[in-house]
Nanobody, 127 residues
Framework: QVQLVESGGGLVQAGDSLRITCVVS????????MGWFRQSPGKEREFVAT????????AYGDSVKGRFTISRDNAKDTLYLQMNRLKPEDTAVYYC????????????????????WGQGTQVTVSS
């Protein structure tokens, strides 16, 4: 049984930094691409970032590029999202997800390519 458990969300002020974490169990962590998505009320789930199984390749959504960094520690089965210079529009529930593949995919920004999801962690940025 694959489980993804996010943590580290909270309430911060605009301009602050926050790191959220996702611990994965039940499937070989290093064998799969991992991603972060987010969803705010009334909006569709939005791609944030993704990273290949080895950690050698990453991609970001346009709204977070240059501010957020995705990383992973395969020895700890853990995925991270470092969020800097946070803005009120970053407020959302953040979900980690495990893909059905290990490396790059032309469609790796699409949520339908991800098999397993965590329960989400709330990030709220006040102005």
């Amino acid at each position: 049984q694959v489980q993804l458990v996010e943590s580290g969300g909270g309430l911060v002020q605009a301009g602050d930094s926050l790191r959220i974490t996702c611990v994965v169990s039940g499937r070989t962590f290093s064998a799969y691409t991992m991603g972060w998505f987010r969803q705010s009320p009334g909006k569709e789930r939005e791609f944030v970032a993704t990273i290949t199984g080895s950690g050698g390749m990453t991609a970001y959504g346009d709204s977070v590029k240059g501010r957020f960094t995705i990383s992973r520690d395969n020895a700890k089965d853990t995925l991270y999202l470092q969020m800097n210079r946070l803005k009120p529009e970053d407020t959302a529930v953040y979900y980690c997800a495990q893909a059905s593949f290990a490396g790059y995919s032309a469609t790796w920004r699409s949520r339908v390519r991800y098999d397993y999801w965590g329960q989400g962690t709330q990030v709220t940025v006040s102005s």
